[in-house]
């Protein structure tokens, strides 16, 4: 029978002091875009062999506010078939949400088998921005870390392989960034007063990331660090260390054609499969 002691956490989890920026870097945009193609049609395979195997999959994004979530989301479903994959970006909780326990919103939108559920931030925010702006006491935010720990047992016993990615950034890459946004009418929208606010709160924030990378990086589901303050470096990082993962154990190779497909396919329409 398992007991919450049963949950073994790193031995040495990840911190923000950690990360090197010096060569997270690509030097030519050409050598950025092929190794992004390459790992691109790897994510794609593994699409396939989570269908074919009717496998689940979850990945979290958490990160810094201009950290590039969005731009690695959108790289990791740009190959992907539309129908195995679902983006879930997390907000504020609505009114139902809050009459009941946190994780319900995010238990009512598991992948099933053979899909992909992607979170665009996630349940950690519990012990996050819920902890930083207290938006909940104390004693709620620090009993968080073993519920969602034994969360994500409970999914890993039955199966369900997950990657928990957090985009790390330099306060320096963060005040460019908001000033990009800021300037270009594109972008505009993705500058909010809150981002502004939370910048002020960078050391509460930074205190509360460390803690949760120390108390939920476990031997099963680890967090993977990834400094951010080059987008093409970052980008492919990303999706590298989703395939490793999700890729672990996985048999990626194609099934063999179903033969009543192939007969099929030569008596209805005179087609043959090529040797």
């Given amino acids: 029978m398992h007991k919450p002691s049963d949950i073994v956490l790193q031995s040495k989890p990840p911190q923000l ?3 090197d920026f010096s060569k997270a870097r690509y030097e030519d945009k050409d050598t950025y875009e092929r190794e992004l193609k390459d790992v691109q049609q790897q994510l794609l395979c593994l699409q396939q062999a989570l269908f074919h ?8 994004f958490q990160g810094w506010d201009a950290s590039g979530k969005g731009g690695a989301i ?12 679902h983006v879930y970006p997390i907000g504020p909780p609505t009114a139902d949400e809050r009459s009941r326990h946190y994780l319900y919103r995010f238990q009512s939108r ?26 909940i006491p104390d004693a709620t935010w620090e009993r968080a870390y073993q519920e969602m720990n034994e969360f994500e047992r409970t999914l890993t016993d039955d199966g369900v392989r997950i990657v928990k990615i957090f985009l790390h950034i330099t306060p320096e890459e963060q005040l460019k960034r908001f000033s990009e946004r800021l300037n270009n009418p594109v972008k505009q929208w993705k500058l909010t007063p809150d981002d502004i606010r939370n910048r002020e709160l960078w050391p509460q924030y930074h205190e509360a990331i460390n803690d949760m990378l120390r108390y ?7 967090w993977h660090v990834i400094p951010g303050d080059k987008k093409w470096y970052a980008r492919v990082a990303v ?3 989703i395939f490793q993962h999700l890729s672990a154990g996985l048999d990626l190779t194609p099934p063999p054609l179903d033969a009543e497909l192939i007969r099929l396919a030569e008596e209805d329409l005179g087609l043959r499969i090529k040797q």
Avoid: C, N
């Fill in 17 to 19: 002091e950690d990360v």
């Fill in 216 to 222: 939920t990086s476990t031997e099963a589901s680890p």
């Fill in 53 to 60: 195997q009717q496998q689940r999959a979850i990945v979290v």
């Fill in 74 to 85: 959108r790289r990791l479903t740009q190959p992907l078939d539309p129908r195995g994959f």
């Fill in 110 to 135: 598991l992948p099933a088998g053979g899909s992909m559920a992607i979170f665009d931030r996630s349940w950690y925010e519990r012990v996050l921005v819920e902890r930083v702006e207290k938006l």
């Fill in 239 to 241: 999706l590298r260390t």
